[in-house]
């Protein structure tokens, strides 16, 4: 999914909270920190990252759950699903949870986050591995890598 003015419409679980992600995500990411792998009762976590404005919500209310401080997890009410999350410090964008979204084959993580944390029998098609989260200040190159990589 190439094409900017695309739209990739996605659901919780019991689907009554819906998204719709307009263009594509600046970058994708798996995360293996334990907190996201309890949130998740996985592995790790997936997501694709949009500016703020990019994502609609509609439906049932999110509520927040999961960590209450900087980083708010937002969870389908009905079923629980953890469909995203919006960190203050990271600016107005909204890391969508990839499985929520319809088709998402190719949303495989670029970025792997926490690998320090990651369970060892683990691997990802990640093209770059990161002990912790990545500084902020790497996001500009990481995602104008992973736009060029989408082009080609």
């Known amino acids: 999914m ?63 759950g999961g960590m209450h401080s900087e980083l708010h997890h937002y969870f389908c009410p009905y079923c629980l699903s953890w469909v995203f999350t919006r960190a203050e410090m990271m600016g107005p964008f909204v890391n969508v949870r990839a499985t929520m979204l319809d088709g998402a084959d190719d949303l495989a993580p670029f970025i792997e986050t926490c690998v320090a944390e990651k369970l060892s029998w683990v691997t990802t098609p990640a093209v770059h591995s990161f002990e912790v989260f990545p500084p902020m200040e790497r996001f500009p190159e990481l995602m104008a890598q992973y736009a060029t990589s989408r082009q080609a």
């Open 2 to 64: 190439n094409d900017v003015a695309s739209i990739r419409e996605g659901a919780c679980r019991c689907g009554q909270l819906r998204l719709k992600a307009h263009g594509a995500p600046l970058i994708t990411m798996a995360c293996h920190c334990e907190g996201c792998r309890k949130m998740t009762a996985s592995a790790f976590s997936l997501s694709a990252l949009y500016p703020q404005d990019a994502v609609e919500v509609s439906g049932l209310e999110p509520v927040i």
